[in-house]
Protein backbone atom coordinates (compact mmCIF):
# COMPACT_ATOMS: atom_id res chain seq x y z
CA UNK A 1 0.00 0.00 0.00
CA UNK A 2 1.37 3.59 -1.48
CA UNK A 3 1.58 6.18 1.96
CA UNK A 4 0.49 9.84 1.28
CA UNK A 5 0.88 11.22 4.61
CA UNK A 6 3.21 13.82 5.42
CA UNK A 7 4.02 15.76 8.13
CA UNK A 8 4.39 19.46 8.31
CA UNK A 9 3.50 22.55 9.41
CA UNK A 10 2.04 24.68 6.77
CA UNK A 11 -1.20 23.73 4.82
CA UNK A 12 0.14 22.46 1.57
CA UNK A 13 -1.99 22.92 -2.06
CA UNK A 14 -0.80 21.33 -5.13
CA UNK A 15 -2.61 21.85 -8.60
CA UNK A 16 -3.48 18.37 -8.54
CA UNK A 17 -3.95 17.78 -4.76
CA UNK A 18 -5.99 18.81 -2.10
CA UNK A 19 -4.05 19.09 1.61
CA UNK A 20 -6.57 18.35 4.54
CA UNK A 21 -4.88 18.56 7.83
CA UNK A 22 -6.37 16.03 10.09
CA UNK A 23 -6.04 16.44 14.08
CA UNK A 24 -6.48 13.09 16.24
CA UNK A 25 -7.30 13.90 19.72
CA UNK A 26 -7.90 11.34 23.33
CA UNK A 27 -9.66 13.07 25.85
CA UNK A 28 -8.39 12.45 29.86
CA UNK A 29 -9.21 14.07 33.00
CA UNK A 30 -7.60 16.99 34.62
CA UNK A 31 -6.42 15.21 38.15
CA UNK A 32 -3.66 13.83 35.32
CA UNK A 33 0.31 15.33 36.93
CA UNK A 34 2.61 14.56 33.97
CA UNK A 35 5.15 15.40 36.45
CA UNK A 36 4.50 13.12 39.46
CA UNK A 37 3.42 10.14 37.26
CA UNK A 38 4.85 8.13 34.40
CA UNK A 39 3.75 9.09 30.89
CA UNK A 40 1.98 6.07 30.29
CA UNK A 41 -0.75 7.09 33.37
CA UNK A 42 -3.65 9.30 33.12
CA UNK A 43 -7.41 9.19 34.80
CA UNK A 44 -10.19 9.68 32.40
CA UNK A 45 -12.86 12.20 32.61
CA UNK A 46 -16.13 11.07 34.82
CA UNK A 47 -13.99 8.44 36.41
CA UNK A 48 -15.22 8.41 40.43
CA UNK A 49 -12.19 5.77 40.93
CA UNK A 50 -8.30 6.08 41.20
CA UNK A 51 -6.03 6.55 38.56
CA UNK A 52 -5.55 3.84 35.69
CA UNK A 53 -2.93 2.68 33.77
CA UNK A 54 -3.25 3.50 29.94
CA UNK A 55 -1.16 3.08 27.17
CA UNK A 56 -0.53 5.93 24.69
CA UNK A 57 -1.74 4.41 20.66
CA UNK A 58 1.37 3.47 18.87
CA UNK A 59 -0.98 2.44 15.76
CA UNK A 60 -3.18 4.84 13.61
CA UNK A 61 -5.55 3.94 10.91
CA UNK A 62 -7.56 6.40 8.93
CA UNK A 63 -10.07 5.96 6.36
CA UNK A 64 -11.18 8.93 4.55
CA UNK A 65 -13.88 8.35 2.10
CA UNK A 66 -15.61 10.14 -1.21
CA UNK A 67 -19.12 10.63 -2.01
CA UNK A 68 -19.86 10.60 -5.91
CA UNK A 69 -22.67 12.47 -6.42
CA UNK A 70 -23.54 11.04 -9.90
CA UNK A 71 -23.35 7.90 -8.76
CA UNK A 72 -24.72 8.26 -5.28
CA UNK A 73 -22.12 5.75 -3.90
CA UNK A 74 -19.74 6.01 -1.41
CA UNK A 75 -15.67 4.81 -2.13
CA UNK A 76 -12.42 5.18 -0.03
CA UNK A 77 -10.70 7.76 -1.44
CA UNK A 78 -7.45 7.03 0.83
CA UNK A 79 -6.45 4.43 3.51
CA UNK A 80 -3.46 5.24 5.72
CA UNK A 81 -1.90 3.52 8.54
CA UNK A 82 0.94 5.33 11.16
CA UNK A 83 2.86 4.36 13.73
CA UNK A 84 3.17 7.11 16.51
CA UNK A 85 5.51 7.60 19.01
CA UNK A 86 4.50 7.92 22.74
CA UNK A 87 6.53 11.47 22.81
CA UNK A 88 4.27 12.35 19.64
CA UNK A 89 1.52 13.10 21.97
CA UNK A 90 1.12 15.70 24.14
CA UNK A 91 -1.01 16.58 26.94
CA UNK A 92 -2.91 20.30 26.17
CA UNK A 93 -6.10 22.33 26.18
CA UNK A 94 -8.79 21.52 24.23
CA UNK A 95 -11.11 24.14 22.41
CA UNK A 96 -14.02 23.41 20.54
CA UNK A 97 -17.21 21.37 20.44
CA UNK A 98 -16.30 17.71 21.20
CA UNK A 99 -15.25 18.42 24.51
CA UNK A 100 -15.78 20.49 27.49
CA UNK A 101 -14.00 23.72 26.36
CA UNK A 102 -10.87 23.68 29.22
CA UNK A 103 -10.66 20.50 29.54
CA UNK A 104 -7.35 18.52 29.09
CA UNK A 105 -6.66 15.58 26.04
CA UNK A 106 -3.99 14.18 24.56
CA UNK A 107 -3.41 15.26 20.76
CA UNK A 108 -1.18 14.19 19.02
CA UNK A 109 1.26 16.42 17.83
CA UNK A 110 1.98 16.03 14.12
CA UNK A 111 -0.43 17.59 11.71
CA UNK A 112 -1.22 14.94 9.58
CA UNK A 113 -1.76 16.54 6.00
CA UNK A 114 -3.98 13.64 3.83
CA UNK A 115 -3.01 14.51 0.45
CA UNK A 116 -6.05 13.72 -1.56
CA UNK A 117 -6.67 14.09 -5.45
CA UNK A 118 -7.95 17.24 -6.58
CA UNK A 119 -11.23 16.23 -8.51
CA UNK A 120 -13.22 19.50 -8.19
CA UNK A 121 -16.33 19.32 -6.04
CA UNK A 122 -16.51 16.95 -2.96
CA UNK A 123 -17.88 15.58 0.13
CA UNK A 124 -15.97 13.29 2.43
CA UNK A 125 -15.35 12.01 5.83
CA UNK A 126 -12.68 10.97 7.99
CA UNK A 127 -13.03 7.40 10.27
CA UNK A 128 -9.78 6.94 12.75
CA UNK A 129 -8.90 4.22 15.00
CA UNK A 130 -6.11 4.29 17.71
CA UNK A 131 -4.72 1.01 19.64
CA UNK A 132 -1.74 0.79 21.67
CA UNK A 133 -1.57 -2.68 19.99
CA UNK A 134 -1.53 -3.52 16.72
CA UNK A 135 -4.90 -4.82 15.51
CA UNK A 136 -6.19 -6.66 12.77
CA UNK A 137 -9.52 -6.50 11.39
CA UNK A 138 -12.42 -8.50 9.84
CA UNK A 139 -11.45 -12.15 10.52
CA UNK A 140 -7.54 -11.09 10.96
CA UNK A 141 -6.51 -9.49 8.12
CA UNK A 142 -3.88 -6.87 8.46
CA UNK A 143 -4.58 -3.24 7.82
CA UNK A 144 -2.80 -3.51 4.38
CA UNK A 145 -4.64 -6.83 3.17
CA UNK A 146 -8.16 -4.81 3.30
CA UNK A 147 -9.26 -4.82 -0.13
CA UNK A 148 -10.12 -0.85 0.27
CA UNK A 149 -10.60 -0.59 -4.03
CA UNK A 150 -13.45 -2.15 -3.35
CA UNK A 151 -15.10 -0.92 0.18
CA UNK A 152 -17.66 1.41 0.26
CA UNK A 153 -19.39 3.11 3.51
CA UNK A 154 -21.24 0.25 4.90
CA UNK A 155 -18.09 -2.04 4.72
CA UNK A 156 -15.85 0.44 6.65
CA UNK A 157 -19.00 0.83 9.47
CA UNK A 158 -19.34 -2.98 9.63
CA UNK A 159 -15.58 -3.22 9.86
CA UNK A 160 -14.48 -5.47 13.04
CA UNK A 161 -11.55 -5.92 14.96
CA UNK A 162 -10.23 -9.05 16.65
CA UNK A 163 -10.64 -9.65 20.53
CA UNK A 164 -9.63 -12.82 20.55
CA UNK A 165 -6.09 -13.29 21.71
CA UNK A 166 -4.95 -12.09 25.25
CA UNK A 167 -2.88 -8.85 24.42
CA UNK A 168 -5.68 -7.30 22.89
CA UNK A 169 -8.30 -8.59 25.76
CA UNK A 170 -5.78 -6.84 28.12
CA UNK A 171 -5.27 -4.11 26.14
CA UNK A 172 -9.17 -2.98 24.95
CA UNK A 173 -8.72 0.20 27.29
CA UNK A 174 -5.97 1.30 25.17
CA UNK A 175 -8.43 1.11 21.76
CA UNK A 176 -10.27 4.70 20.55
CA UNK A 177 -12.30 5.31 17.58
CA UNK A 178 -14.12 7.74 16.47
CA UNK A 179 -18.33 6.36 16.67
CA UNK A 180 -20.23 6.29 13.87
CA UNK A 181 -23.24 8.31 14.71
CA UNK A 182 -21.67 10.65 16.72
CA UNK A 183 -23.22 14.32 14.92
CA UNK A 184 -22.55 17.82 15.44
CA UNK A 185 -24.96 20.65 13.72
CA UNK A 186 -26.55 17.55 12.17
CA UNK A 187 -24.06 15.73 10.27
CA UNK A 188 -21.52 12.89 10.89
CA UNK A 189 -18.22 15.10 13.16
CA UNK A 190 -15.43 13.68 10.70
CA UNK A 191 -17.47 15.27 7.52
CA UNK A 192 -15.76 17.96 4.95
CA UNK A 193 -16.77 18.67 1.76
CA UNK A 194 -15.83 21.96 -0.56
CA UNK A 195 -19.51 22.35 -1.72
CA UNK A 196 -20.02 26.13 -1.44
CA UNK A 197 -16.11 27.10 -2.25
CA UNK A 198 -14.02 25.34 -4.32
CA UNK A 199 -10.92 23.90 -2.66
CA UNK A 200 -12.02 25.00 0.53
CA UNK A 201 -11.44 22.37 2.96
CA UNK A 202 -11.73 22.63 6.80
CA UNK A 203 -9.14 21.34 9.25
CA UNK A 204 -10.64 17.87 10.37
CA UNK A 205 -10.77 17.33 14.60
CA UNK A 206 -11.55 14.26 15.70
CA UNK A 207 -11.75 13.31 19.80
CA UNK A 208 -11.33 9.26 19.70
CA UNK A 209 -13.42 7.30 22.39
CA UNK A 210 -12.68 4.04 23.90
CA UNK A 211 -14.74 0.75 22.33
CA UNK A 212 -14.69 -0.76 25.79
CA UNK A 213 -17.03 -0.85 28.31
CA UNK A 214 -15.56 0.30 32.15
CA UNK A 215 -16.92 -2.10 34.76
CA UNK A 216 -15.94 -0.55 38.28
CA UNK A 217 -16.55 -3.26 41.05
CA UNK A 218 -16.71 -2.22 44.72
CA UNK A 219 -17.53 -4.90 47.23
CA UNK A 220 -17.87 -4.46 51.40
CA UNK A 221 -18.23 -7.21 54.24
CA UNK A 222 -20.82 -5.89 56.73
CA UNK A 223 -18.19 -4.90 59.42
CA UNK A 224 -20.11 -6.93 62.43
CA UNK A 225 -20.18 -9.88 59.68
CA UNK A 226 -17.23 -10.22 58.93
CA UNK A 227 -14.88 -13.30 60.10
CA UNK A 228 -12.91 -13.40 63.27
CA UNK A 229 -11.18 -15.76 65.66
CA UNK A 230 -14.37 -16.26 67.84
CA UNK A 231 -16.74 -16.98 65.09
CA UNK A 232 -14.94 -18.01 62.34
CA UNK A 233 -17.76 -20.63 60.89
CA UNK A 234 -20.06 -17.74 61.47
CA UNK A 235 -18.17 -14.79 59.46
CA UNK A 236 -17.70 -13.59 55.93
CA UNK A 237 -14.70 -13.03 54.03
CA UNK A 238 -14.89 -12.91 50.15
CA UNK A 239 -12.01 -15.28 49.27
CA UNK A 240 -12.43 -15.25 45.13
CA UNK A 241 -13.70 -12.88 42.51
CA UNK A 242 -13.50 -13.11 38.47
CA UNK A 243 -15.43 -11.91 35.52
CA UNK A 244 -16.42 -14.74 33.70
CA UNK A 245 -17.19 -15.06 29.85
CA UNK A 246 -16.76 -11.34 28.63
CA UNK A 247 -17.11 -10.52 24.74
CA UNK A 248 -14.09 -12.65 22.47
CA UNK A 249 -15.63 -12.56 19.24
CA UNK A 250 -14.82 -9.61 16.35
CA UNK A 251 -16.16 -6.40 17.86
CA UNK A 252 -17.04 -3.26 15.35
CA UNK A 253 -14.65 -0.90 15.36
CA UNK A 254 -17.08 2.06 14.34
CA UNK A 255 -20.16 1.36 16.07
CA UNK A 256 -18.97 0.17 19.85
CA UNK A 257 -22.44 -0.18 20.66
CA UNK A 258 -23.60 -2.65 18.33
CA UNK A 259 -22.11 -5.78 19.08
CA UNK A 260 -24.27 -8.93 19.61
CA UNK A 261 -24.28 -12.30 20.53
CA UNK A 262 -26.83 -15.24 19.41
CA UNK A 263 -26.57 -16.34 23.11
CA UNK A 264 -25.88 -15.89 27.04
CA UNK A 265 -22.37 -16.49 26.84
CA UNK A 266 -22.96 -19.72 29.31
CA UNK A 267 -19.72 -20.74 27.57
CA UNK A 268 -16.43 -19.88 26.04
CA UNK A 269 -15.59 -16.09 26.31
CA UNK A 270 -12.90 -14.61 27.88
CA UNK A 271 -12.49 -14.40 31.74
CA UNK A 272 -10.83 -11.87 33.93
CA UNK A 273 -9.36 -14.44 36.66
CA UNK A 274 -7.86 -13.49 40.49
CA UNK A 275 -9.60 -10.19 40.67
CA UNK A 276 -9.40 -11.30 44.22
CA UNK A 277 -7.72 -14.55 45.78
CA UNK A 278 -7.39 -15.87 49.35
CA UNK A 279 -4.18 -14.47 49.55
CA UNK A 280 -5.14 -11.26 49.37
CA UNK A 281 -6.00 -10.85 52.99
CA UNK A 282 -6.26 -7.16 52.64
CA UNK A 283 -9.43 -7.21 50.41
CA UNK A 284 -10.92 -9.97 51.74
CA UNK A 285 -13.73 -7.22 53.26
CA UNK A 286 -13.80 -4.41 51.57
CA UNK A 287 -12.27 -3.24 47.96
CA UNK A 288 -12.36 -1.78 44.99
CA UNK A 289 -10.50 -2.99 40.93
CA UNK A 290 -12.17 -2.37 37.79
CA UNK A 291 -11.66 -3.99 34.17
CA UNK A 292 -12.91 -3.32 30.76
CA UNK A 293 -14.90 -5.60 28.22
CA UNK A 294 -16.61 -4.97 24.86
CA UNK A 295 -20.35 -4.05 25.38
CA UNK A 296 -23.08 -6.74 23.43
CA UNK A 297 -26.33 -7.04 23.27
CA UNK A 298 -28.24 -11.01 23.00
CA UNK A 299 -30.31 -12.12 20.55
CA UNK A 300 -33.74 -12.39 21.86
CA UNK A 301 -32.82 -10.00 24.97
CA UNK A 302 -31.78 -6.53 22.83
CA UNK A 303 -32.27 -4.40 25.87
CA UNK A 304 -29.95 -5.38 27.97
CA UNK A 305 -25.80 -5.85 28.08
CA UNK A 306 -24.98 -9.13 30.54
CA UNK A 307 -21.95 -9.52 32.58
CA UNK A 308 -21.12 -12.28 35.00
CA UNK A 309 -19.08 -12.45 37.82
CA UNK A 310 -18.02 -15.65 40.22
CA UNK A 311 -17.57 -14.64 43.76
CA UNK A 312 -16.67 -17.58 46.61
CA UNK A 313 -16.56 -16.40 50.39
CA UNK A 314 -14.58 -18.60 53.23
CA UNK A 315 -12.53 -20.03 51.17
CA UNK A 316 -15.34 -22.65 49.03
CA UNK A 317 -13.41 -24.71 46.94
CA UNK A 318 -16.97 -24.87 45.01
CA UNK A 319 -18.19 -22.95 42.08
CA UNK A 320 -19.21 -20.48 44.47
CA UNK A 321 -21.38 -17.93 43.98
CA UNK A 322 -22.48 -17.01 40.07
CA UNK A 323 -24.21 -13.64 39.33
CA UNK A 324 -25.54 -12.47 36.17
CA UNK A 325 -25.85 -8.44 36.01
CA UNK A 326 -27.87 -7.52 32.90
CA UNK A 327 -27.00 -3.97 32.34
CA UNK A 328 -29.84 -2.27 30.49
CA UNK A 329 -28.09 -0.63 26.91
CA UNK A 330 -29.32 1.20 23.66
CA UNK A 331 -27.70 0.17 20.84
CA UNK A 332 -28.39 3.85 19.47
CA UNK A 333 -26.09 4.99 21.95
CA UNK A 334 -22.73 7.02 21.19
CA UNK A 335 -21.01 6.18 23.69
CA UNK A 336 -20.00 2.69 25.46
CA UNK A 337 -21.57 2.84 28.99
CA UNK A 338 -19.35 2.31 32.29
CA UNK A 339 -21.17 0.63 34.86
CA UNK A 340 -20.78 0.48 38.31
CA UNK A 341 -21.50 -2.44 40.99
CA UNK A 342 -21.73 -2.73 44.52
CA UNK A 343 -21.70 -5.84 46.22
CA UNK A 344 -22.69 -6.29 50.04
CA UNK A 345 -22.03 -9.40 51.65
CA UNK A 346 -23.78 -10.20 54.77
CA UNK A 347 -23.48 -13.92 55.23
CA UNK A 348 -21.60 -16.76 53.83
CA UNK A 349 -22.25 -17.11 49.68
CA UNK A 350 -24.12 -20.83 48.63
CA UNK A 351 -23.33 -22.45 45.98
CA UNK A 352 -26.53 -20.97 43.62
CA UNK A 353 -27.14 -18.56 40.53
CA UNK A 354 -29.14 -15.97 40.17
CA UNK A 355 -29.79 -13.23 37.42
CA UNK A 356 -30.22 -9.44 38.29
CA UNK A 357 -30.82 -6.62 36.16
CA UNK A 358 -29.60 -3.24 37.38
CA UNK A 359 -32.93 -1.06 36.82
CA UNK A 360 -34.34 -3.70 39.68
Request: glycine share 6%.
Amino acid sequence: MAYVMTACSDREELPDRISLPLTISLPVDDNYNPLAQAPSRRRVMGDPGKAEEFLLPRHLYYFVMRYNTGSGKWSIWQATDAEPQVEEWTKTRYAGGLQTPGDSIYQYTKTINLLLKNEGAFIGRVYAIASAQPLTFNTNKAFDELDFAHMDLDDVLEMTFSTSSTTIQQSLQNIYTSPYNYNVAGDYYGAFSNKDEKLKVPHVHLMLYHVAAKVDIKWNVQEDKRINKETPSAGVRLTYMEARRLYNANAYCFKPMRNTKATLPNSGGYDIPNIVTESDEGLWWEGRAYFYTIPYTVEGDEDYFPLQMLMRTNGSSGTGYQLTLKQAIDTADIFVPWIRGNFNFSKPLENTTAVKRTDE
